[in-house]
Nanobody, 124 residues
Framework: QVQLEESGGGLVQAGGSLRLSCVAS????????MGWFRQGPGKEREFVAT????????YAVDSVKGRFTISRDNAKNTVYLQMNNLKPEDTAVYYC?????????????????WGQGTQVTVSS
């Protein structure tokens, strides 16, 4: 089992940047595909980005492509989400998640381990 803890959220003006971090403890971090999800006010939790076990392959949802970058450092057991040019519609609680499954892994039910979330608020 793996435990996940996010940090780095906060309040930022539109156009600003934040970097979220998620530190994992427990089983071997590099065994897990990692993902970021978010849940805005009154909305369902939605997929944002995923990264392969080695970090060589990433995928992000269209609404954040070109603005958000997912990366990982397996030596530090950490996955990151660099968020640039933030928009008010990016306001949400951001969650990191981990899975041992294989596949496209863009659905919330494909991830078995979750952090507690970190709030990101973007003001206009």
């Amino acid at each position: 089992q793996v435990q996940l803890e996010e940090s780095g959220g906060g309040l930022v003006q539109a156009g600003g940047s934040l970097r979220l971090s998620c530190v994992a403890s427990g089983r071997t971090f590099s065994s897990y595909v990692m993902g970021w999800f978010r849940q805005g006010p009154g909305k369902e939790r939605e997929f944002v980005a995923t990264i392969s076990r080695s970090g060589s392959s990433t995928y992000a949802v269209d609404s954040v492509k070109g603005r958000f970058t997912i990366s990982r450092d397996n030596a530090k057991n950490t996955v990151y989400l660099q968020m640039n040019n933030l928009k008010p519609e990016d306001t949400a609680v951001y969650y990191c998640a981990a899975t041992l499954r294989v596949g496209t892994l863009r659905g919330r039910y494909e991830y078995d381990y979750w952090g507690q979330g970190t709030q990101v608020t973007v003001s206009s």
